[in-house]
């Protein structure tokens, strides 16, 4: 559990609502948190799903694990807490985003079941929509494809708390979406996505 520090604060709302900046933008801000193994996938589809709808004239913004780790969450590590204090901060930065009225695409291996689970209750507390895609590959075909070489250091021992080798993955339950990249093209993953999107009345 995050620490509270700050005292005497309190939020302050302000004159334009979501729902003016929902109009404005012509669409409504939710967060696509896409989770899985490191080489399943998640990194390539949220690219391609970020042109296909900038290219429908849809805002959104991509939020890539090792992007958010190079600024604001370069002070955290791999371990447990880490990597939940991790997607807790990725959590509020996507409904930050969301209530602008941005389609946010999270992609974050986000091992944790439990932390996953926070992320989605900030949303329903904050009348949000949150869609979790689980972009599942056998770790063999994600190990095959290593495109960092991550899992080659792992199985080396040069990499401790490695998703899917000496750390676990716990995959989502009950998620809104499941992708096989390794048995779908990513033009199906993405046509897939948009139709979800429409069907929910976001684009």
């Known amino acids: 559990m995050t620490e509270v520090k700050a005292t005497n604060v309190h939020w302050h709302d302000g004159e334009v609502s979501r729902e003016d ?14 989770t899985g193994l490191s080489g399943s996938g998640k990194s390539t589809v949220a690219v391609a799903l970020e042109k ?3 290219d429908k004239g849809h805002l959104c913004y991509r939020l890539d694990g090792d992007n958010i780790r190079l600024g604001i969450n370069k002070n955290l590590g791999f371990s447990a807490e880490d990597r939940t204090e991790n997607i807790r901060r990725i959590g509020e930065i ?13 992609s974050f291996v986000s091992p944790y079941r439990a932390d996953r689970d926070i992320v989605r209750d900030l949303h329903v507390a904050g009348d949000m929509d949150f869609i979790e895609v ?8 994600a190990e095959e494809r290593d495109p960092k070489g991550l899992y080659k250091k792992a199985r080396a021992g040069e990499i401790k708390n490695f998703t899917g080798i000496s750390d676990p993955y716990e995959a989502p339950l009950k998620p809104e979406l499941v992708l096989n990249s390794h ?7 993405v046509a897939v996505l948009l139709e979800m999107l429409a069907a929910r009345g976001l684009i």
Do not use: C, Y
Not at 94 to 103: E, N, Q, R
Not at 134 to 141: F, I, K, N, Y
Not at 183 to 189: A, G
């Open 21 to 34: 900046r929902n109009a404005l933008l012509k669409q409504k801000g939710a967060t696509l948190w896409f």
């Open 52 to 54: 296909a709808l900038m």
């Open 94 to 106: 996507s409904k930050l985003f969301v209530d602008t009225g941005v389609i946010v695409l999270s």
């Open 134 to 141: 689980h972009v599942d590959v056998p770790l063999e075909v």
């Open 183 to 189: 048995e779908q093209s990513l033009e199906e993953e």
